[in-house]
């Protein structure tokens, strides 16, 4: 059996990716639970709404419990095996839990439009990459894997809401309506945790770790046919290296203006340097000859004394 077998429909509780789903099927309704697992979801369908419903499932074990369920059951991979004999279209198809597991969901959302009415939905839940226990592990310098949740061991890609709109717009798809469950952290949680990092939580590191995205666990929506605008992937994905070197390549910049108004300043002291210099030694020269001056009159004055003296004894 399968991680996800021993999973039950949770109706009374509003915070949970099936009650939000279950909610969104009307009633005697045709639906395909992609990754139905045991068929619990399917089997609740069909007692509660009277909904028909058919599954697939990768699975052996657990396909073979839901065939217990559910009215017909596929036991196959929703990405390479034979849709040949599936001649229904269903008014909704579930995928929950399954996009992440794809190799190539776009690939295998088109396979399935030809099991969807023309007004027919696709309803999903998807795990949300920038939940803010993600944010804290990678703060950590952690990724650690799970057998399930977040970090599932099997899954294949990650998403954020941007990336959930882009694989469903490559796919020839729109996201009608878009709902989540949330695992909002408590504030003083956050907060314990930024201390043991030694970091000082400011007011806009706050509102980035308490977002609307950072608080959302599950996306969970609706999509239908047709594409209304294009999505396409944001140019800025992790390259550490070339974010190393033109952060490098700013802060030389940064560094070269500072040392170039550094040196300007430093040309303006040498002038003014200068200048006095040149006062000083103006001074100087003066004061040189003032004292030249006083000696030649001392020296006068005491010869004219002494030639006085002279005169007089001679006398």
């Given amino acids: 059996m399968s991680n996800y077998s021993s999973s039950n429909y949770q109706p009374e509780n509003p915070n949970s990716s099936w009650y939000k789903v279950y909610n969104m099927i009307d009633p005697n309704s045709s639906v395909l639970d992609i990754g139905c697992s045991s068929g619990n979801f399917g089997e609740a369908l069909i007692k509660n709404k009277n909904c028909t419903v058919d599954g697939i499932e990768l699975d052996q074990k657990d396909a073979a419990e839901a065939q217990k369920k559910l009215r017909k059951v596929y036991n196959m991979n929703i990405e390479t095996g034979s849709l040949d004999d599936m001649k229904e279209k269903y ?7 399954v996009i992440e597991h794809l190799l190539n969901p776009s690939q295998a959302l088109i396979r399935i439009k030809g099991l969807l009415k023309n007004n027919g939905k696709i309803l999903f839940s998807i795990p949300n990459m920038a939940h803010v226990s993600l944010r804290l592990m990678l703060l950590k310098g952690d990724f650690e894997y799970g057998e399930t949740g977040l970090l599932d061991n099997t899954h294949l890609h990650f998403y954020t809401l941007r990336e959930i709109e882009r694989v469903f717009q ?24 930024l201390k043991e990092l030694g970091i000082h ?22 999509a239908v046919m047709g594409s209304t605008h294009k999505i396409s992937r944001k140019q800025y994905s992790p390259d550490p290296q070339g974010t190393i070197s033109l952060w490098y390549q700013g802060h030389l910049q940064a560094r070269d203006r500072e040392l170039e108004v550094l040196r300007n300043q430093l040309d303006e002291q040498a002038k003014i340097i200068e200048n006095q210099a040149g006062v ?15 000696y030649l009159k001392f020296y006068i004055l005491n010869k004219a004394r002494a030639l006085k003296q002279y005169w007089q004894h001679k006398v």
């Fill in 201 to 222: 939580k400011t007011p806009k590191l706050e509102k980035l770790l308490n977002s609307d995205e950072a608080r959302v666990f599950q996306y969970v929506g609706t």
């Fill in 170 to 193: 490559e796919a020839g798809y729109s996201i009608s309506l878009l709902d989540s469950n949330e695992a909002t952290y408590p504030p003083e949680l956050i907060a314990d945790q």
């Fill in 280 to 294: 000083l030694s103006n001074d100087a020269e003066l004061a040189r000859r003032i004292r030249i001056r006083r």
């Fill in 91 to 97: 008014d909704y198809i579930y995928l929950g839990d």
